[in-house]
């Protein structure tokens, strides 16, 4: 398969795979907003030639928008290959390509957040370990820090403070959220409706900046939802999922009102 790079030149008229869609959905329009603005700071998004969900996201982990202390590493943001895209070794294309770029950049290694067991919108703990990617730190409550160093010499990365323990000082629901993933652009104003119509408390807070990302609450900046001080998920949610969550907790005794 031939793999494409987003630039500035082609990012309007390629998809970015994971929200194929018309390009004035806004999840489209949000994350190639957030893109434009990160490809200025080393951003690679490299995409199989195919409509599917077949790419690789990388930055310079001094550029990237999470909580981790990694000098001269890449930090992978998202990786996903899935549906009709799998068992054709597209997964180490990419990977391999994105090795071959950073080494070319004089980077240390690659670092990615995941967790001990397979989780949504998380790379897979399982195939990271396949290709040789090492535990380095963890990060309440199923965050794992994984790394690939290119030499022996290199230095162990980490999570800073901030985000090993996450909290939240307000009541309620509070959801921290940024661009990074499109998803974010729809079901955001989704929970924030629900919660209206449902006189549920819910504060979202967009992250927007890498200032505010690299010193984030959580472990994971895309999408980090608490809940009277305690994390509770990075699933995006749906209406149902959150209306659900909601009734689950009263019945458990929440105070939410």
Known sequence: MDYIQITEDNLESEHICCAISDKKDPQVIAKKEWMRERLKDGLVFLKGNIRGKCFIEYIPAENAWVPIEAENYMHINCFWVSGSCKGHGYADDLLKRCIADAKEKGKSGL???????????????????????????????????????????????????????????????????????????????????????????????????????????????????????????????????????????????????
Not at 126 to 144: G, M, N, V
Not at 147 to 169: G, H, N, Q, R, W
Not at 221 to 248: D, H, P, Q, R
Request: hydrophobic share 35%; proline share 6%.
């Open 111 to 257: 670092t990615v957040i995941s967790s001990a067991k397979k989780k949504s919108f998380l790379s897979d703990p399982s195939y990271l370990a396949y290709r040789d990617f090492k535990f380095a730190d963890t990060a309440d409550p199923w965050y794992h820090l994984l790394y690939l160093p290119f030499s022996d010499e290199a230095t162990v990365p980490k999570f800073k403070d901030c985000a090993k323990y996450p909290k939240s000082e307000s009541e309620g629901f509070v959801l921290h959220y940024t661009y990074g993933c499109p998803f974010t652009a729809k079901y955001v104003p989704v929970l924030e409706q629900a919660a209206k119509e449902n006189e549920i408390p819910l504060t979202a807070v967009k992250i927007d900046s890498k200032e505010k990302a690299q010193n984030a609450p959580a472990a994971w900046t895309n999408y980090a939802l608490f809940y009277n001080g305690n994390y509770v998920t990075n699933e995006i949610l749906s209406e149902k999922k959150f209306l659900a969550m909601y009734e689950m907790m009263k019945q458990e005794g929440s105070n939410l009102k």
